[in-house]
DNA sequence: AATGAATGAGGGTTCATTCAT
DNA sequence: TATGAATGAACCCTCATTCAT
C-alpha cells in the first residue's frame, strides 16, 4: 500500500516501454490497440494510465527527453573542446534515441517544442555557441544552420541504426567523424584531434 | 477510342498532380476524400485509376522517383568531378522534392526501396563508387556509410525546406560545403587532415 | 438521376422514422448501432445521412415539430372558442406525437427551445393568450401556470398512449375534459366550491 | 460483529442518500464513478451494497417509495373527505420527491411497478375508490384515467419544481386546484357546457 | 466511364463490472 | 472489509473500399 504510487509508476514506464517499441516498430500510425496488445493488458488498463492517446505521446516524448536531458547532463559537454563535446553529444543521443525511435522525439515541431527547447536545444544550442565563440566553425556558414544540419544528420542516423541499416557505434562514429571534419573550421591546419 | 489509353493516362497523371498537392498540404494522413475532393472527381472514379490506397501512394513514389531520375540524368553527373557532381546532385534533389514532398520520396524504406533502388540508387551509387574508386572519399568510412549520411543531409535538408526553415538555395549550399569538406579525402592538402 | 435529392430525402426520412420507432422502444439511450440496425443498413450508412448523433436527434426533433406546426395550423384554433380550441390542439398534439414519443418532443429544453418555441410555443401561447383576454380562464392561477399544467397532461397523456395504458382518443378526451373544467372561469354560477 | 448488519444497513442508507442527491445533480445519466466519488468511497466498495447499477436504482426507488408511502400515511387521507385527501396527498408528493427527483420515482414503468403498486398505487388507488364509491367524481370519466390524469399533474409539477420553473406551493396549489375542479363531481350544477 | 450509395473494419474512448490484494 | 487495478463490452465516429446505376 506504501508503495502504491511507486508501482503505478513502474506500470506506467513499463507502458511506455512497451508503446516506444510498438511505435518504433509499427510507425506512428500504430493504434492503442496494438499498444495495449503488445503490452499484455487490456485496452481500457492502458487509458487508466494515459487518459488518451495524445497524453501518452506526450508523456512519451517527455520521457524519451528527460532521458536525453540526463545523457547530456552526463557527458559534461562544457568541460571539455568543442570536438570531443560533438563527440560525446553524438553519443549520447545516438544511443539514447535508439530506443525512443527518432520519429518520436523528432515529432512535429509545434507539438514538442515546448518540451524539446527545455530539454534539448538548450543543451544543444549552449554547445554550438560556445563553438562559434571560439571560431571553432567554419565561418561561411551560419551556426544555426550548422545546428540544423548536425541534427539532421543525428536523426538520419538514429533512423538508420533503428532500422538495422547501420550499427550504433559506426554510426556514432561516422557523423561525428563527418561533421566534425566538415563543419569546424580548418584554418589553423590541425583539424580535429583524432577521436 | 484510340487514344483512349492516352487519355486514360493523361487523366492518371493529372490525379498523381492533385494528389502529390493535397499529401504535402495536409501530410499523409490525407484520406482518399481529400484527394478525390481535390481533383474534383468523385471517390469511386479515383478507385478506377488507382485500385486503392497504396497503388496511388506507389503510383506517386514511382512518379517522383521517376522526375527525380530525369533531373539527375540531365545533371550528367559522370562528366564532372566527384564534387561538382555531388553539388549538382544536391541541388537538384532539393529543388526536385519541393514538390513531392520529402515525406512521399523517403516513404518507410521497405515500401519504397524496390522503386528507389531502381531509379535512384542506380545513379547515386554510381557516383559514390566512381568516387570511391577515384580515392576521392575519406578512407576510414565505408563508402556506403557515406552515402546514408548523404542521404540523411538531404532528407534533412529538404524537410527542413518544406517546414520554410531552411531555404531552397541555403540548404543545397550548406549540406553541399559540409559534405564535401567533411567526406572528402582531404590528402591533397585542404581541408583538416584525416582523422 | 433527376430525383437523387428527391430519392435522398427519402431515405433521410425512413431513417428518421425508424429512429423515432427505435428510441420510443428503447428509450432515448438507444444507440445508432440499434437505429442503424432496425433500419436494415450499415452504421456508416446512418452517418451518411446524418453526421452524428445530435445531428440525427436535432433532425427528428425538427421533423416532429414541423409535424406538429402543420397539424396545429390545420387545426385553425384562432377560429373556434377557447374550449373547442382546447379540444382541437389537444387531439392534434396527442395524435401527432403517438408516433415521434414524447421524451423526443418534449426533450431537454434547452436543446429543443429554440424550435419548439418557433413551431409549439407560439401558437399555444397565443391560444392562451387569447382565453386570457377573453376571461376564459380561471383568476385564481395565472395563465402561464396553466399553460405549464396543461402541458404536464398531454406529457402525461402521451406518454401513457405510447406506453399502451391509454387509448389515443380516450387521453384526448380525458385531459380536454378534464383540463376545460379545470381551468375555466366557472364564473357562471359554476365549479365546486372553493378550496 | 454483533451490530454488523446494523452497521452495514447504516452505510448503505448513505450510499443511497449520495446516489439520490448525484443524480438528481447529474441527471440519471451520473455513472457509478460519479456516485461512488460523491460518497467518498472506492467503486468497488459501492459494488459491495449494491451488485450492481440496476440494484441500486432499485433500492433508491424502494427508499423513495417507502418515504413516499410513509408521508401518505402520515397524511391519514381516510379520515378526510376526497378534496381534502388530494390537496395532501399532492402536497405530500410534490415535497417528497424533491429529494429523490421525480425521474427517479417516474422511471421506466416496467421497472418500478412492481415496487410502486405495493407502496403508492395502493394508497393512492384506495383513495381514488373511496371517492367513485361517494361518487365524488365526475361519472363520464372512469377512474382509473382520472388517475392516471392526476399522477400525469404530479409528474408535470414535480418535473417543473425541480426545473425551477414551478414553486413547491405553487405547483401543490395549482395541480389541486386543477384537477378538483376539472374532476369532481359538479353535480351540484356546475361544470362548463358540454363540449 | 463515372458516380452516388453502401459498407466493414478499425480507431479512440467510456463505463459498468470483476479481480486480487 | 475496502480498495486499486484490470477488464470487456459498447459507443460514436472515420475511412478505405465495393456495389449498382
Known amino acids: 500500500m506504501a508503495r502504491n504510487p511507486r508501482l503505478r509508476d513502474h506500470v506506467a514506464k ?21 499498444i495495449a496488445e503488445a503490452a499484455g493488458v487490456a485496452r481500457a488498463t492502458l487509458y487508466r494510465y494515459f ?7 506526450e508523456a512519451l516524448t517527455e520521457t524519451a527527453l528527460a532521458e536525453l ?33 527518432g520519429l518520436v522525439i523528432f515529432r512535429k515541431p509545434p507539438d514538442v517544442a515546448k518540451e524539446a527547447d527545455r ?8 554547445l554550438f555557441a560556445r563553438g562559434a565563440a571560439e571560431g571553432a566553425f567554419r565561418q561561411d556558414l551560419p551556426p544555426t544552420v550548422l545546428v540544423e544540419l548536425y541534427i539532421a544528420l543525428l536523426e538520419g542516423a538514429i533512423s538508420r541504426v533503428l532500422q538495422g541499416r547501420l550499427g550504433t557505434e559506426e554510426a556514432s562514429t561516422a557523423i561525428t567523424k563527418v561533421f566534425l571534419q566538415g563543419a569546424l573550421n580548418g584554418r589553423n591546419g590541425s583539424g580535429p584531434p583524432g577521436l
Chains 1, 2, 3, 4 share one sequence.
Not at 14 to 34: F, H, I, N, W, Y
Not at 51 to 57: E, G, H, I
Open 119 to 126: 530539454h534539448f536545444t538548450g543543451p544543444l544550442g549552449d
Open 51 to 57: 487518459p488518451n492517446r495524445d497524453a501518452l505521446l
Open 14 to 34: 513499463g507502458l511506455l516501454d512497451t508503446a516506444a517499441r510498438v511505435l518504433a516498430e509499427r510507425g506512428e500510425q500504430a493504434g492503442m490497440t496494438d
Open 69 to 101: 536531458a540526463e545523457r547530456i547532463a552526463d557527458a559534461h559537454l562544457d568541460t571539455v573542446p568543442i570536438p570531443e563535446a560533438i563527440a560525446r553529444l553524438t553519443r549520447a543521443m545516438v544511443g539514447a534515441t535508439s530506443k525512443y525511435r
